[in-house]
């Protein structure tokens, strides 16, 4: 099932259907779940001049600070494999690179993790002012997820509105052993892992 988002096109009309692509079909509970604004952006720049128009929820310091958080977020969270090929296989081609937080240490050129490849921001729920975010990844099927692939996108740009559980921040991967292709295959892939991390996977509709 997938929900519409809108997205930033140019002038007249300055957003379009961004579409949220499901990992699994959702059920009752996902869809009366409660939901919060959001707005999707590949790269800082693209945040900040949608801040400029105003007509949003976030501004430009939001831009700023989130996407700092975001890549922070996404060092700690992003999944890791103990091959290139492997972690191409989970997020396609040219979308890995070494473990930067591994350089430094012995075996380090062995963890590749997928790229960041762009932010989401959301509006605190409850009542109170504040933004919060969720780095985005690249997936197999040439879409976009968050770290833990419980949510995947069709896009990372666009804005609309999505469950709060999609700022759930992922379980930390950084430090820790990467994972190898048994492994992967046991968790049924990037997304279907979600389950193995607690938690069933879910994506938005409803």
């Known amino acids: 099932m997938t929900a519409p988002l809108r997205t930033p096109i140019r002038k007249r009309s300055r957003r379009v259907a961004l579409m949220l692509a499901g990992s699994a079909v959702l059920g009752l509970a996902a869809c009366e779940e409660e939901k919060t604004d959001a707005a999707a952006f590949p790269d800082l720049q693209s945040c900040v001049a949608e801040a400029q128009n105003g007509s949003l929820f976030f501004t430009v310091e939001d831009c700023e600070t989130q996407f700092a958080q975001a ?16 972690c191409e296989q989970e997020h396609g081609a040219g979308n890995c690179e ?3 937080a591994a350089q430094n240490q012995s075996g380090g050129g062995s963890i ?20 919060m975010s969720q780095p985005m ?20 740009r666009g804005t609309g509105r999505v469950a709060g559980s999609a700022f759930t921040k992922a379980p930390a991967t950084i ?20 389950t193995a991390r607690g938690g069933a996977s879910r994506s938005y509709g409803g």
Do not use: C, I
């Open 71 to 86: 890549q922070q977020t996404h060092l700690e969270t992003a999944p890791r494999y103990e091959s290139k090929e492997l």
């Open 98 to 100: 070494g473990d930067p």
């Open 112 to 131: 590749f993790m997928p790229l960041f490849m762009g932010y989401m921001l959301g509006s605190m729920l409850g009542g109170n002012r504040g933004v």
């Open 137 to 156: 990844v690249r997936t197999a099927q040439g879409g976009f997820a968050t770290p833990d692939g419980k949510q995947s996108f069709a896009t990372n």
């Open 175 to 194: 430090g820790k052993a990467p994972m190898s292709a048994a492994q992967v295959r046991q968790r049924g892939g990037f997304g279907a892992s979600s």
